[in-house]
């Protein structure tokens, strides 16, 4: 018997809004994490690990690179990879937050239980490393079920990695499977854009020589750059120039230190370069952009 989505989606909202007692809120189950916001954000630069996000109430926008993602109660959003994107919540008030719910997804746990589902055949197409469908009631009540395990603690250790299953296997067979089929087996065109974005991760303070990294990964530059723009909307170089932004960000926030000494441990040989490009993504000029932030946590707890 199919729930209707009508019925499914406010009793999920009513979990995640007793449960989301701060903007994010990670919870005792494990990869479970619960968001609200009571106004609209401005656009907020961040990195998706993989994950699942469902939202019960409110608009976000999502934009990677030259796309934009609009999702909503009614739709899901997947990310296969880690992704710099920039999110803005389009749609809270203090009567109606925004209020979702998200759960990282592990590769291991995929491809474990993707051998216990029947074969396909590998696709050939790119896909995109970030992706919104429609839900499925079969994905909300299985996420409403893991939720249900912050009403009962002491079920999750044996609940939760079954529910848990229960979520990847309705990943896996919805429309995001083929795009997570490939990260969890760790092949076709996504799964080397895969590796290429570990390396850049780990490294991302250090030079980055496009051929190099082709050859380590068993592409050609050109296929190398046409597949990694496919999956991510972004160049490598550009890649690694938003991983090095934001781990500036969390510097600043974090130390003392001047914009100079940020930007040359993150990689940046030009301190004039850095505040540009900071100053392009985050709106703000370095040390300025670091007083506000201070003083938003400070207002916020």
């Known amino acids: 018997m199919v729930v209707p989505m009508t019925s499914i989606l406010p009793e999920l909202r009513d979990l995640v809004l ?9 919870t005792s189950v494990p990869g479970l994490t619960l968001y609200r916001s009571d106004t609209v954000s401005l656009p907020m630069p961040v990195v998706y690990e993989p994950m699942l996000c469902v939202i019960v109430q409110g608009r976000k926008r999502v934009t990677l690179g030259d796309t934009v ?11 296969s990879l ?5 999110g803005v919540v389009c749609e809270a008030t203090r009567e109606m937050p925004y209020l979702s719910l998200s759960l990282r997804l592990d590769r291991v746990e995929l491809a474990a239980l993707l051998l216990q589902m029947p074969s396909s055949p590998p696709p050939v197409q790119d ?19 893991l939720a249900e395990l ?16 229960e979520v990847l296997y309705r990943l896996l067979t919805g429309p995001h499977g083929p795009m997570l089929r490939q990260i969890a087996r760790g092949e076709g065109r996504l799964g080397q854009v895969q590796q290429a974005i570990a390396w850049i991760r780990e490294h991302y303070d250090r030079p980055l020589r496009v051929e190099a990294l082709a050859t380590q990964v068993a592409l050609s530059p050109s296929s190398l750059h046409r597949h990694f723009k496919a999956a991510t909307r972004l160049s490598p170089l550009q890649y690694q120039k938003h991983l090095r932004l934001q781990a500036a ?13 940020v930007a040359y441990a993150v990689g940046y040989e030009s301190p004039s370069q850095f505040s540009r490009e900071f100053r392009r993504l985050f709106g703000h000029p370095p040390a300025q952009a670091a007083r506000r932030w201070r003083m938003e946590a400070v207002a916020a707890g």
């Open 18 to 26: 007793r449960h989301a007692v701060a903007a994010t809120t990670p």
């Open 69 to 79: 993602c609009h999702y909503d109660a009614a739709h899901s959003l997947v990310a």
């Open 82 to 86: 880690d992704l710099p994107v920039v």
């Open 127 to 145: 896909f995109a490393g970030l992706e919104v469908t429609p839900l499925s009631p079969q994905l909300v009540s299985a996420c409403q079920r």
């Open 150 to 165: 912050l009403d009962a603690p002491a079920d999750i250790p044996i609940l939760a990695p079954l529910l848990r299953r």
């Open 249 to 261: 960000r969390e510097r600043l926030m974090s130390e003392s230190a001047d914009a100079a000494e």
